[in-house]
């Protein structure tokens, strides 16, 4: 999460920024309006992960195959993992990045000076780090009635729900609730940080 954050955060909030600070998006937004210039520019962003993910995926189960013990912990790994358990695995992972970006997303509509951009962003990196801290912190003493309340906190919780699918820690319902839950929180914040982008290109 922290290594592909350190990624994601720079290209997200650069091209942001410069929404407020290029002249080409008063044309762009003539073709296109400005919510769909957003949700192109996140997607984008979002693409690059999947294909990070994925070329980091297929040459680490290159490296496992030609290992025997490797490959023997590769397939004891893929058998732990039942179907539900995978999606959900990937689900909550997707859901991080996309609080990660969305985050520093709002933080770059405000900012008009580039050399302040990467001062400003600072807090998404610390943010991160005090979930991750937090994660270890609480991991194997964890129960489905906090993790309810650790829902206000997003990224923690998904790194806490993504504890409890990897250890089968809890029963599948109340983990398909909560990352339920943790998906509308997503997307009720991605509307609002679309609409602080409309009314920042508007006043531009």
Not at 50 to 77: E, H
Not at 136 to 148: I, Y
Not at 174 to 203: C, D, N, P
Request: a neutral charge; zero cysteines.
């Amino acid at each position: 999460v922290l290594l592909f954050s350190l990624l994601l955060i720079p290209i997200t909030g650069n091209e942001i920024e410069n929404d407020r600070s290029s002249k080409i998006n008063e044309f762009l937004w003539v073709i296109s309006r400005s919510e769909d210039q957003f949700s192109g520019r996140l997607l984008g962003v979002l693409y690059l992960l999947i294909a990070s993910l994925g070329l980091y995926i297929i040459s680490f189960s290159f490296l496992m195959t030609t290992n025997k013990l490797l490959s023997s912990l590769m397939t004891a790994s893929y058998s732990y993992f039942v179907n539900w358990h995978t999606f959900l695995f990937i689900l909550l992972m997707l859901q991080i990045f996309g609080w990660i970006l969305l985050l520093t997303a709002h933080i770059s509509i405000y900012i008009k000076n580039h050399s302040h951009l990467l001062q400003a962003l600072t807090p998404v990196y610390v943010y991160i780090m005090i979930s991750i801290f937090l994660s270890f912190v609480t991991l194997g003493h964890f129960s489905s009635s906090k993790l309810l309340t650790a829902l206000i906190f997003p990224v923690w919780s998904q790194i806490i729900s993504s504890q409890l699918v990897f250890y089968h820690r809890d029963d599948t319902s109340f983990l398909f609730i909560s990352t339920f839950l943790q998906t509308i929180l997503l997307v009720s914040y991605f509307w609002i940080v679309k609409q602080k982008y409309q009314k920042a290109a508007i006043m531009d």
